[in-house]
């Protein structure tokens, strides 16, 4: 258990679907970030948030749109996605202070 | 571009020496560097981490090195034990201009500890 929760683990959906990924932490992080990992490429950073502002966005296409409610949750909303973007998708937490980061497990995204 | 490389993707190393894993980078801004272990279905997790301004960080069986000069730095296991059998990651990072890390990950290096 790190601390950083991820809802689903998996999670196959259609390229007309709507689906979230949630992502949690409970660590009393400040920041907090989506990453994607696909085979063999490096993770890639996808969005960050600092106090629940979003402070980068990585050229990330628009299919996927993120939320920060509050510096506790990060969602990632899904909507028409292509085959490609299947991968695992990561969602990771640090204090800015401390220099690294928790991740969670992962949500294995497959798209059809 | 690849900012951080991990030429290796995979190694194997028997049960008692030593696993050396090496990482290279080019964006010289980078201040921070860290080495993440990563088992298959779960999320990566920290391993040790060492600052620009350090050439050595020590933490038990995990040692790292970082050349500033030579933009490198490796990862040394010893002993290796078959736990450590995973694939590890590098990742550097500057300071971002809001305070928080931006981390550039590797591609990463799969472990094989034989037994």
């Known amino acids: 258990e790190t601390g950083v929760t991820q809802t689903p683990r998996h999670l196959v959906m259609g390229m007309t679907n709507k689906k979230s990924l949630k992502c949690e932490q409970h660590?009393?992080?400040?920041?907090m970030y989506w990453y994607k990992q696909s085979a063999k490429k490096p993770l890639e950073l996808m969005f960050v948030?600092?106090?629940?502002?979003?402070?980068e966005n990585n050229s990330v296409p628009s299919r996927f749109s993120p939320e920060c409610p509050n510096s506790s949750h990060l969602f990632l909303h899904l909507h028409t996605l292509q085959p490609e973007d299947s991968a695992l998708y990561l969602c990771?937490?640090?204090?800015?202070?401390?220099?690294?980061?928790?991740f969670g497990q992962g949500t294995r995204l497959t798209v059809v | 571009d690849q900012q951080v490389k991990q030429n290796s993707p995979s190694l194997s190393v028997q049960e008692g020496r030593i696993s050396i894993l090496n990482c290279d980078y080019t964006?010289?801004?980078?201040?921070?560097f860290l080495w993440y272990k990563k088992y298959p279905a779960e999320g990566p997790t920290f391993l040790i981490s060492?600052?620009?301004?350090?050439d050595k960080n020590e933490d038990g069986r995990f040692t790292v090195f970082l050349n500033k000069s030579a933009k490198h730095l490796s990862l040394h296991i010893v002993p290796s034990q078959p736990g450590d059998s995973a694939v590890y990651f590098c990742?550097?990072?500057?300071?971002?201009?809001?305070?928080?890390?931006?981390?550039?990950f590797g591609t990463g290096t799969r472990l094989k500890v034989l037994a």
């Open positions: 990771a937490s640090s204090q800015e202070r401390d220099g690294w980061a928790f």
């Open positions: 660590l009393g992080h400040n920041a």
């Open positions: 948030y600092n106090f629940k502002e979003q402070t």
């Open positions: 964006n010289s801004m980078f201040d921070y």
């Open positions: 060492i600052s620009s301004i350090k």
């Open positions: 990742a550097a990072s500057a300071t971002g201009t809001s305070g928080t890390y931006k981390y550039i």
